[in-house]
């Protein structure tokens, strides 16, 4: 059974830093995707960034562009964001997911999702 844990969410002042981490087990995606979305309330999922962990290609959505980094680590079957210069607006649940088959931007396409980290900013 594959299951996707999500770590590090909190409570952090506008501008301050986080690193979610998201340990898989019941399989590896050394050789697929994984990626992390956001919720807010009242608004629909949104991607905020993936990365393919066979060749380590990275894509980020423009709203957290050169303040997150999206990582994986193989050997541990973990993937992390850190997210830097934190804003009020990135107030959300942070949900990982994984195997996406290529697709992604599109969160109709991962297959595995975790149950949600919150992270809340404060102005």
């Known amino acids: 059974q594959v299951q996707l844990v999500e770590s590090g969410g909190g409570l952090v002042q506008a501008g301050g830093s986080l690193r979610l981490s998201c340990a898989a087990s019941g399989r590896t995606f050394s050789s697929s995707d994984m990626g992390w979305f956001r919720q807010a309330p009242g608004k629909e999922r949104e991607f905020v960034a993936a990365?393919?962990?066979?060749?380590?290609?990275?894509y980020y959505a423009d709203s957290v562009k050169g303040r997150f980094t999206i990582s994986g680590d193989n050997a541990r079957n973990t993937m992390y964001l850190q997210m830097n210069s934190l804003k009020p607006e990135d107030t959300a649940v942070y949900y990982c997911?994984?195997?996406?088959?290529?697709?992604?931007?599109?969160?109709?396409?991962?297959?595995?999702w975790g149950q949600g980290t919150q992270v809340t900013v404060s102005s």
């Open positions: 990365i393919s962990l066979r060749g380590g290609t990275a």
């Open positions: 997911a994984a195997d996406s088959r290529g697709r992604v931007y599109y969160s109709q396409m991962y297959r595995y």
